[in-house]
Structures are given as C-alpha cells and as structure tokens.
C-alpha cells in the first residue's frame, strides 16, 4: 500500500492473480479520487477515477473502492498481467472547488511470470 | 492528435544556470500544470493554470516561475538552477474544474550539477 517515505512500496503478484493496491488519503474533505498507472519513463496515464458521493466504481479488469470513514482506497486488478507492471499512484481532489491534485507516494507492481 | 508534449526530454543544467521547460496541449483544455516528481516519490503541484493569463501556486513553487500566454502553451521556467531542482517534471492538462482526469505529458529529466 501507500506510505510516506524514500522507498517505493511493493507488491509481487502471480501472473493471473488479481491485485489489490491500497492508499490511505489524508483529509477528510477531497472529494474526487483518482488512480494513476506509471510505466518507467513515462507520464503518469489515467486509469478510473470516483467521486466521494460513491464507494465503488468498475471499469475494465479494475475496481476501485473508496471507504470514507477510514479515508482509504484501493485498486483492485482482476487477472493481473505482465502489463500491469508499473508504480501505481492514488490522487485525491479537495472538495469546494479548484482542481488542484494530492498525489500518494506510489506502489510498485510486479507480475511474476 | 499529440495530446500533451513536452521539450526537452532531458536536460543537464550548471548550478546557477537557466532555462524554459516547453508544455503545449492540442486538446483545448483550460487547466494545466506543472509537477516535479523527485526518485521514489509521488508528484508535487508546482504551478497550475485554469485558464490563459492566469497562473496561481501549487505547493512547491520557489524557484520557479510560469505564464499562460495562450490556451495552448504553459512554459515552466526555472531562473537559478539550484541541484535541489533536480527530478522529472510532468506538465499535464485536464478539460473540466470538476473532472481533473487529468493528461500528462512524458516528462523532462533535468539534472542540475
């Protein structure tokens, strides 16, 4: 999961397993969450994004699911593949206007083959 | 349809030295932004726009300056060249105040000695 700090959290899946990556935001008042893939050398590429007013929401293979008491996310990959390998990072919007983003640290994902 | 594209890709920089990061959008978006990831870390708002002639601070801004001149272009510039200034810097775009799923560009590497 997510963590404040100078190492990249990680986690190691089987090929086929699915994936759950967590985030714990940190106010009360975001009201937009989004989830970012990053390959290496790359730009961070948007993945599913959900509004606080929801506490799941489903796209291709991926899940996020938002817990508003104890302000935590999580990404869920169904059936992970090689190509999900990458840092996954979790970004809240403060509620109240604006556009402004908060980015988590990121966790690296690893497919085992 | 380029998306956003940033220039350079990368870029070593003399300590003291200066420089213009280019971020140009071809999608119409009013917001942009600039952020700095450093090695391990998630992203860091430096400087964002919501619209041309208007530029406000993120929340690492010393060091650097911007203008939005047009819809189009959002340069980042940096006037000192400090090795604190050292990381990856993302410009991204996103179309709606309410919806910053935002687009990002692939980043310049700038390393400052």
């Known amino acids: 999961g997510e963590s404040v700090g100078l190492h990249l959290p990680t986690l190691s899946v089987q090929e086929g397993d699915n994936s759950i990556i967590n985030c714990a935001y940190s106010n009360s008042a975001s009201d937009y969450f989004i989830w970012y893939k990053q390959e290496s050398g790359k730009g961070p590429q948007f993945i599913i994004d959900?509004?606080?007013?929801?506490d799941k929401r489903q796209g291709q293979r991926v899940t996020v699911l938002l817990n508003k008491t104890v302000k935590h996310l999580s990404l869920q990959i169904a059936a992970t593949q090689p190509g999900d390998s990458a840092v996954y990072f979790c970004a809240e919007k403060l509620g109240g206007g604006g556009n402004k983003l908060t980015f988590g640290t990121g966790t690296q994902l690893k497919v085992e083959l | 349809n380029a998306g956003v594209t940033q220039t350079p890709k990368f870029r070593i920089l003399k300590i003291g030295q200066s420089m213009t990061l280019q971020c140009t959008q071809d999608?119409?978006?009013?917001?942009m932004y600039w952020y700095r990831q450093d090695p391990g870390m998630g992203l860091k708002l430096i400087y964002y726009?919501?619209?041309?002639?208007?530029?406000d601070k993120g929340e690492v801004p010393n060091g650097y300056n911007v203008s939005r001149s047009t819809t189009e272009d959002f340069p980042l510039r940096l006037e000192l060249a400090a090795p604190s200034q050292t990381s990856v810097y993302f410009c991204?775009?996103?179309?709606?105040?309410?919806?910053?799923?935002?687009?990002f560009g692939q980043g310049t590497r700038l390393t400052v000695v």
């Open positions: 999608m119409n978006h009013n917001y």
């Open positions: 959900i509004r606080s007013n929801m």
């Open positions: 991204a775009s996103s179309l709606r105040d309410r919806d910053p799923g935002a687009f």
């Open positions: 726009s919501v619209g041309a002639g208007i530029t």
